[in-house]
């Protein structure tokens, strides 16, 4: 499947180097997707200039130039902002282009790749929620599942101010407003808060993600702490350097939560260490994204190619 | 402006929080927004201590919900104008526009003084709405006065009607004030401030030393009332103030028996400077993880001073409350090796 990364900052940038390895988000297979562009806005971006020394098209004439190459372009992964993947994700829809929309638009439904990887593949666009969120819901969702019921959740990220961009900064509710509806919609908690902080340690601090959850009366403390586990080997499958910090504890209350009065919180304690493609290992909030969005967009792309209902790839092998 | 260009702006119902891990009721905020307004206090800042929004497991959860403390102290208010403390990434723009329906018509918009860009959206929200809006800039020590100046102008940029640099670990010396006050008086178009914590016992005379340089707007909190050590006492901070012959336009008799018959008697315990107030402004470790780390140091059989050193030597910022537990138990797990190596030892 040919595909165009949109937005030539940090999180294009990084998910270039990751497709150009030639491996699957896993690591062990190959990838279906087929690397045609990096497209930006500004012609002397670090991003574009990497993308042309490595041979790929690296053009500066941002969604326009997707949508007058559209023929030759399945799926774009748009790494711009919120604001810019909401002013043209009808017209990448109305081209034909599936677009993985790795800002918080959250115009087409929410994937987290470790929870609901192959509930929305047919959808011409796809929502990747917040780094935060791909970090976070997997754990509030392993929860849910040894839980009769969870009524609050929460999450706070805490990035090194070296990773976070103009986009996030510039709109930081809509971070915390994505990722706490992912909380509920994917996770499965009744009520939820996410918080996010920017720490300006030097050297840079890794990317920590702490989830909060209310474990309500009953609850099978073992039960929870090894769904934990379980799901922090699903998540390492395609981002090796999501870690348990700690081990997960359950602490005892009683805490008056949004969701009820709880006798018990679980407390897991997150780090994620990126892969080092692009910016530094510091910045795994970038990489739990990219490595996120690709394992999505090869789902998509196998999915299709099963279902055979891609045009432009019938067309180019005729 | 009033016969006085000096502004008190009381946090008891915000930053004091901290201190009573937020369980306000109504009725304390009727008889502390009386008290204050009476004695002519002319801002009055009310909140979860972590901001509109912070009710969390991370910061602990309010016993009443903010919003409806913040109706009451609007309807009781007859010259003090409401405020409200947000940090972006724990509270929303929206949470604004509902205080302010409420008659909130001060946004104080804070985060770590390094990362003034994030307020931009905050800022134009709350001038949106005809609010007054100060950029706050938190545990202002970890900054250069050239650093601050340069975020203390992007909060200009955004719309700040006035700037103010918080000491939130009480971490400052005099001359540390100073220096930063002096820089930021001298760039800026806007009016400062200073929020002090008594860590050091430097809250009152930082705040009178930061007057003397310029800065027109100080914080206090009825006895002190606070995150960490404390803040800086309203009612001395107006007492002194009186006797430095600056006119404060505010009563200090009546702030005395606020803070006596009012908010001492709400208190769990009295704002003094032991051990571990005095490590989070040694060490520069943000003040309301004081109460946390004392819980934390409990449940893990820890220490809550190795807690808070641990913290200052990694470099946390406010809003990490998270990361106690995470110290907590790193801490519990290298003595449960040490005991295991005892062991060994003695086999």
């Known amino acids: ?318 | 402006m009033t016969a006085t260009d000096y502004r008190l702006i009381d946090s008891t119902l915000r930053d004091g929080s901290h201190a009573i891990s937020h369980q306000y009721y109504a009725d304390d905020v009727v008889k502390i927004v009386r008290g204050l307004d009476a004695a002519g206090v002319q801002v009055i800042e009310i909140a979860h201590g972590d901001g509109l929004g912070g009710s969390s497991f991370n910061y602990g959860f309010s016993a009443v919900p903010e919003k409806e403390l913040i109706a009451r102290a609007c309807e009781v208010t007859q010259n003090a104008r409401i405020a409200c403390l947000l940090l972006p990434g724990i509270g929303l723009a929206d949470d604004l526009r509902e205080v302010n329906e409420l008659g909130v018509q001060v946004a104080r918009i804070a985060v770590h003084c390094t990362e003034a860009d994030i307020t931009e959206q905050h800022i134009k929200v709350a001038k949106g709405l005809g609010m007054e809006a100060i950029g706050f800039l938190m545990m202002a020590h970890m900054n250069s006065p050239e650093g601050l100046v340069e975020q203390a102008l992007l909060m200009q940029s955004y719309g700040a009607d006035t700037i103010y640099i918080a000491d939130s670990a009480g971490a400052m010396t005099t001359e540390d004030v100073k220096v930063r006050v002096n820089a930021l008086v001298q760039a800026l178009d806007v009016p400062l401030g200073v929020h002090a914590h008594n860590n050091l016992a430097m809250a009152v005379s930082n705040s009178i030393a930061a007057y003397q340089e310029g800065a027109r707007n100080l914080d206090g909190t009825s006895a002190g009332l606070g995150a960490g050590a404390g803040n800086c006492p309203t009612e001395i901070l107006a007492a002194v103030s009186t006797k430095y012959g600056i006119e404060t336009g505010v009563d200090p008799l009546a702030l005395m028996d606020l803070a006596e018959d009012v908010v001492r008697p709400l208190m769990p315990r009295q704002q003094v400077i032991d051990r571990a107030g005095l490590i989070l402004g040694y060490a520069g470790v943000y003040g309301s993880f004081l109460l946390h780390a004392e819980r934390a140091a409990e449940r893990y059989n820890v220490s809550q001073a190795d807690i808070l050193l641990e913290l200052g030597r990694r470099k946390v910022v406010g809003g990490q409350e998270d990361m106690i537990i995470d110290v907590a138990l790193e801490l519990a797990a290298k003595h449960a090796t040490q005991d295991i190596a005892g062991e060994d030892v003695n086999a």
């Open chain 1, 1 to 318: 499947m040919r595909c165009a990364i949109l937005g030539s900052g940090n999180i294009g940038t990084d998910l270039m180097m990751k497709l150009l390895k030639g491996t699957d988000a896993s690591g062990s297979g190959t990838t279906p997707l087929e690397l045609v562009a990096l497209v930006g806005i500004d012609p002397e971006s670090d991003g574009l200039a990497r993308a042309r020394k490595i041979g790929i098209a690296g053009p500066h004439e941002g969604p326009q130039w997707i949508l007058d190459h559209a023929d030759g372009i399945d799926m774009i992964f748009d790494a711009t902002s919120a604001y810019v993947h909401k002013a043209h994700s009808q017209a990448y829809m109305d081209a034909g282009i599936v677009a993985v929309d790795l800002t918080p638009a959250a115009i087409g439904p929410k994937v987290i790749a470790a929870v609901n990887l192959t509930e929305h593949l047919d959808a011409p666009n796809i929502n990747m929620v917040t780094c935060g969120g791909q970090a976070t819901t997997p754990m509030v969702y392993a929860v849910r599942r040894a839980t009769s019921a969870l009524p609050y959740a929460e999450m706070v990220s805490t990035v090194s101010s070296r990773s976070a961009g103009p986009g996030t900064r510039q709109n930081i509710d809509e971070f915390t407003k994505t990722t706490s509806t992912a909380l509920r919609e994917i996770g499965g908690a009744e009520h939820s808060k996410a918080i996010i902080i920017l720490n300006p340690a030097e050297p840079p601090i890794m990317m920590r993600n702490t989830v909060f959850a209310a474990l309500p009366e009953g609850t099978d403390h073992d039960a929870v702490l090894q769904s934990i586990y379980d799901m922090e080997a699903d998540v390492q499958r395609y981002v090796p350097g999501y870690r348990l910090k700690n081990q997960p504890v359950i602490e005892e209350g009683p805490f008056h939560t949004p969701g009820g009065v709880v006798p018990h919180r679980a407390v897991v304690l997150l780090q994620v260490e990126g892969a080092g493609d692009y910016l530094p290992p510091y910045a795994g909030n970038l990489d739990i994204m990219t490595a996120a969005a690709q394992r999505v967009g090869e789902a998509i792309a196998t999915h299709r190619r099963t279902s055979g209902n891609v045009q432009h790839e019938a067309g180019a092998s005729a």
